[in-house]
């Protein structure tokens, strides 16, 4: 059973931490954020025994929370609700907190009190939001990160120099073939950096090697320049950045490039630049997607 969430408004900027045991004003009676239903194409021709599944599609996930508000006064309650109707506004996205899990729904209806004296009036109040998350997957609060191009800081304080020996602040590391691991439960889409280095750097590139699909931006960064590609299914983008200023760069992809999703398990990425490889940081994030993710509480 699920015993402690938080739910945050991103519109409002506000969050609204519910608990069975730990919070006080605004209390949680139960959290059901339901099943995600599948639907499986088929055909089957004569004398076949069963189906042939050649495709799937999934619905949307319902959320369902129930909760009550403590209150001391008249004043108070009304007040309180007076938070809750703002923050369940229908048109704002919502975020579920859950362990290290999140989930993003919008409010199906306005939330609805209690109609018996016993479970409204000037001390508790029991409430319930029904919700209704378009994509149904759950997702790491943090992105898992890999870089497999950086500078690594090698100056360590307190700092004691031996005469004429040499000191080091910092190691450059390149590993142009690295694995990154998507440990959800489907393929998930990435964000790749390309970071110009102190120098130019011509047409930066990151394949995935077992699929043998590439994205290529056909650009020359300059020094400083950054260029953000974001594969994710809803949000696929290529972003440039110099100097503060973003710009819409999608004009700079290969006409061949791919929008590469990494498989669940392992994954064999490279990149590579046509010139200044040496100058080139790369990143690569990703937030695995689950099905479900209930633990224990």
Same mark, same amino acid.
């Given at each position: 059973?699920? %015993?402690? &969430? @938080?739910?945050? *408004?991103? /519109?409002?900027?506000?969050?609204?931490?519910?608990?069975?045991?730990?919070?006080? *004003?605004?209390?949680?009676?139960?959290?059901?954020?339901?099943?995600? +239903?599948?639907?499986?194409?088929?055909?089957?021709?004569?004398?076949?025994?069963?189906?042939? &599944?050649?495709?799937?599609?999934?619905?949307?996930?319902? /959320?369902?929370?129930?909760?009550?508000?403590?209150?001391?006064? !008249?004043?108070?309650?009304? +007040?309180? @609700?007076? %938070?809750?109707?703002?923050?369940?506004?229908?048109?704002?996205?919502?975020?579920?907190?859950?362990?290290?899990?999140?989930?993003?729904?919008?409010? %199906?209806?306005?939330?609805?009190?209690?109609?018996?004296?016993? +479970?409204?009036?000037?001390?508790?109040?029991?409430?319930?939001? !029904?919700?209704?998350?378009?994509?149904?997957?759950?997702?790491?609060?943090?992105?898992?990160?890999?870089?497999?191009?950086?500078?690594?800081?090698?100056?360590?304080?307190?700092?004691?120099?031996?005469?004429?020996?040499? /000191?080091?602040?910092?190691? &450059?590391?390149?590993?142009?073939?690295?694995?990154?691991?998507?440990?959800?439960?489907?393929?998930?889409?990435?964000?790749?950096?390309?970071?110009?280095?102190?120098?130019?750097?011509?047409?930066?590139?990151?394949?995935?090697?077992?699929?043998?699909?590439?994205?290529? &931006?056909?650009?020359?960064?300059?020094?400083? +320049?950054?260029?953000?590609?974001?594969?994710?299914?809803?949000?696929?983008?290529?972003?440039?950045?110099?100097?503060?200023?973003r710009t819409n760069q999608f004009v700079s992809k290969d006409i061949e490039s791919t929008w590469i999703m990494l498989d669940v398990g392992r994954n064999v990425m490279h990149y590579d630049? !046509?010139?200044?490889?040496?100058?080139?940081?790369?990143?690569?994030?990703?937030?695995?997607?689950?099905?479900? /993710? %209930?633990?224990?509480?």
């Amino acid at each position: 059973m699920v %015993q402690d &969430i @938080k739910l945050r *408004n991103n /519109v409002l900027k506000s969050d609204l931490p519910l608990s069975m045991v730990d919070t006080e *004003n605004y209390i949680l009676d139960s959290v059901d954020w339901g099943v995600i +239903e599948a639907s499986h194409q088929e055909y089957k021709y004569i004398n076949q025994y069963g189906v042939t &599944i050649v495709g799937h599609t999934l619905g949307t996930r319902d /959320v369902e929370i129930k909760g009550w508000v403590i209150a001391s006064t !008249d004043a108070e309650m009304t +007040e309180m @609700k007076k %938070q809750l109707n703002r923050f369940f506004n229908l048109f704002h996205l919502i975020t579920l907190y859950y362990s290290s899990y999140a989930l993003d729904f919008y409010c %199906q209806k306005t939330i609805r009190y209690g109609t018996e004296e016993k +479970e409204n009036n000037n001390v508790i109040c029991h409430w319930v939001v !029904d919700g209704i998350a378009p994509n149904p997957f759950f997702k790491k609060v943090v992105d898992n990160v890999y870089e497999p191009s950086k500078v690594v800081g090698m100056f360590h304080f307190p700092f004691h120099k031996k005469k004429e020996e040499n /000191v080091v602040f910092g190691r &450059i590391i390149n590993t142009t073939t690295f694995m990154v691991y998507n440990t959800g439960h489907v393929p998930t889409g990435f964000r790749v950096t390309f970071h110009a280095r102190g120098g130019s750097v011509a047409n930066p590139t990151i394949m995935h090697v077992g699929k043998q699909k590439f994205i290529k &931006i056909n650009k020359t960064l300059q020094p400083g +320049e950054t260029i953000v590609v974001d594969t994710n299914r809803g949000e696929r983008s290529v972003t440039g950045i110099i100097n503060g200023v973003r710009t819409n760069q999608f004009v700079s992809k290969d006409i061949e490039s791919t929008w590469i999703m990494l498989d669940v398990g392992r994954n064999v990425m490279h990149y590579d630049a !046509d010139s200044g490889i040496d100058l080139l940081d790369v990143t690569l994030e990703l937030n695995d997607m689950y099905e479900e /993710v %209930q633990e224990c509480y």
